[in-house]
Structures are given as C-alpha cells and as structure tokens.
C-alpha cells in the first residue's frame, strides 16, 4: 500500500527537542523530494521544510529557520524533522508530504500522511 | 513569500449547486497552482495541479482554472461528499505557500 505515516508527536515543553518521523511504503522513496506541513488545529496549512530526494536541495519557512532541520534516510525510505528550541506558536499537527514532479517544474503534493500533533506546553 | 489569498473564507450552498472559489497570487506564479480539500480530521487531498489538471482519481466535477495571479475551483454540481475545506497553493518557488482556506458549508 502507497502510504506515509508519521510519528514522533506529543507533549514537550517550550525550549526542548522534539525528532518526528515519516515511514514512506509503496513507493520508490528516493525517486521523490518530500516535506513537512503543518496545521495549527482549526486553522490553514504552513510549509514548513522541503528536501529533495539526494538532500541536495533544502529548504525551510523563516518562522523555523534555524531552530528544524530536515533530513532522510533513503535506505530506511524514512524521512525525518529535528525540531530545537520549541515554541507554543509550533505547536500543531505536522503531516509530511511526497512530492510530484512533471516536466521539471510542475510541483504538487500528491500523497500526504495523516499527520502526528505536537504540543508545546510547560 | 508569495502571499495566497482565497476568497470567500467560507461559502454556503446546496447540494447541486456550482459553485467557484478564487484564489489570487501576490506576484505572478504562471501555472504552478494546486488545489487540495481537506475534510475534519483528515490529511489534505490533492484535485488540482498546474491549475487546471485534474488529479486522478479526482471527478470531473471539479475544474481548475487561471494563470498568472488568479485562479479558480469550480465544483460544477455540489456533492454531499463536497463539504470541506479548500486550499490552494503555490509550488512556484519556496516557501510554496497555502491560502487561508475556503470553508464549503451545506446551506
């Protein structure tokens, strides 16, 4: 089965560290560039970090710059999110996301996860 | 950043209604637009991409349009199922940001 599933999540206090994972199944994973989303409950969606399928290419949301960093292991077909110095305004569902790619620049997110909650709280 | 701005934030219709959501680029993006629902509790779902293709699997009820900074989802007969969220996205250049979000409700 064509799946993403995250884990990870849970409760941290502001300050501290918090690693998510992302199992990918299905699919050749190396063959995609993947990414994190994320949900605050009740409100949109914010891009948070991109990497490309070699972690050639990376990229991240100035709100996390700094603080996340993105990673992937293509011989675990796992993707990863190391997140330092958590804060409130981090807390949310974080989903991660497979990227589709056609004739070079057309960009999509063709297969999401069903995400994992962190919660920042003292 | 490309800033996403959606409009309406929420919309109210019937079961077979047409109904069509706009979603304006703060610069120009070409067509590298998408379109995703999203439902309570559940991950997003991608309908569109490159703002008019339609994602397989996708119905055909649901039509993508626009280019350069506005754009349009059309859902051309309002399903029970239709009732959601909608988002639409820019994958021109990163951060690939989302608009706010449209909420569909059943009138």
């Known amino acids: 089965e064509v799946q993403l599933v995250e884990s990870g999540g849970g409760l941290v206090q502001p300050g501290r560290s918090l690693r998510l994972s992302c199992a990918a199944s299905?699919?050749?994973?190396?063959?995609?560039?993947m990414h994190w989303v994320r949900q605050i409950p009740g409100k949109g969606l914010e891009w948070v970090s991109g990497?490309?399928?070699?972690?050639?290419?990376?990229g991240y949301a100035d709100s996390v710059k700094g603080r996340f960093t993105i990673s992937r292991d293509n011989a675990k077909n796992s993707l990863y999110l190391q997140m330092n110095s958590l804060r409130a305004e981090d807390m949310a569902f974080y989903y991660c996301?497979?990227?589709?790619?056609?004739?070079?620049?057309?960009?999509?997110?063709?297969?999401w996860g069903r995400g994992t909650l962190v919660t920042v709280s003292s | 950043d490309i800033q996403m701005t959606q409009s309406p934030s929420s919309l109210s219709a019937s079961v077979g209604d047409r109904v069509t959501i706009t979603c304006r680029a703060s610069?120009?993006?070409?067509?590298?637009l998408n379109w995703y629902q999203q439902k309570p509790g559940i991950a997003p779902k991608l309908l569109i991409y490159?703002?008019?293709s339609l994602q397989s699997g996708v119905p055909s009820r649901f039509s993508g349009s626009g280019s350069e900074t506005d754009f349009t989802l059309t859902i051309s007969s309002l399903q029970p199922e239709d009732f959601a969220t909608y988002y639409c996205?820019?994958?021109?250049?990163?951060?690939?940001?989302f608009g706010q979000g449209t909420k569909l409700e059943i009138k």
């Open positions: 490159a703002a008019s």
């Open positions: 990497i490309s399928w070699n972690s050639g290419i990376i």
């Open positions: 996205q820019q994958s021109f250049n990163t951060p690939y940001t």
């Open positions: 996301a497979k990227e589709r790619r056609k004739m070079a620049t057309i960009r999509y997110f063709d297969l």
């Open positions: 610069q120009s993006i070409s067509s590298y």
């Open positions: 299905g699919f050749t994973f190396d063959d995609y560039a």
